[in-house]
């Protein structure tokens, strides 16, 4: 949601502008207090609760910067995170009814975004939660060196920036990308960032407004398989010969649920497989049949 202040909530902030220093250091001290005993011992653990281990770590930095934004009266942004560190983050908030999270990557279905962080009781501002994602055009001729979103990816982190900064990378073909990051990356990216592959690029700044995001399809389809390894279902699900999908598992350009995995690994009902250029492919449900074989119903958004 993308609410504007009312007059109640400025007037609010005024008042607040109004407190005096040493009070407004016994507010924030007297906050954090209440925060720190949210956060700690089982309390952390509950909010924690049906968080995969894979994804805890992440989710208790997010809470500690939630702590931080309740405690301090201003607004904190996450890194960029996966979708499943997000939906984990986003439902344990809502145990937490003091802290008012949103998520945004910089466009509607963005992959991978950012959790702006606040108080629940201080007004909404769709502007600064936009403002803080940016993109960058990474612009060369690629017609005799294609790159890959891998190439974009790993040219970025070539300029000594952590994958966190970076969020979602648009391959424009022949032409180049977009590239969606922390804002405060821009200028370094602009200067750093000369060579994709052996392709002298240049970069520059965008509005969100100019990103060319394609339009997600989606295709239900359904398949019988002797197994629920993944080669064999993401084979199914994106319409691929099986020994190209290991190759690709192998090259790390397959994923389940945004991690890289093993050929040979089951999947199960939910599991996201996400592969390189050609989209996505969700589990929706698996049956066991007569012949016990197995039927999986799949949904590929490309």
Known sequence: MKLTANGFHSCRLWQASKISRTSRVSLNSSTRLIATKAYSGKEKERLLKGVTVEHREDVARIFEQGQRAESTWTAVFTDFYTPPVIAHALQAFKLVPDVHPEAWGGYEMAERTRIRLSRADMPEDSAALTAGVSAVLVKGNFIFDSATHRDFLGACLGTGIERSKVGDILVQGEQGAHILVVPELVSHLEMSLTSVRSVPVST???????????????????????????????????????????????????????????????????????????GRCEVKAVELTKKERYAVQLVRYV
């Open 204 to 278: 520059c700044q965008i509005e969100l407004s100019e990103l060319a995001v394609r339009e997600v399809k989606v295709q239900e389809m359904k398949s019988v398989e002797a197994s629920l390894r993944l080669d064999a279902i993401a084979s199914a699900g994106f319409r691929t010969s099986r020994s190209k999908i290991v190759d690709m598992v192998k090259a790390g350009d397959i994923r389940v649920n945004w991690k890289e995995s093993k050929a040979s690994s089951v999947v199960k009902a939910g599991d996201v497989i996400s592969c390189a250029g050609k």
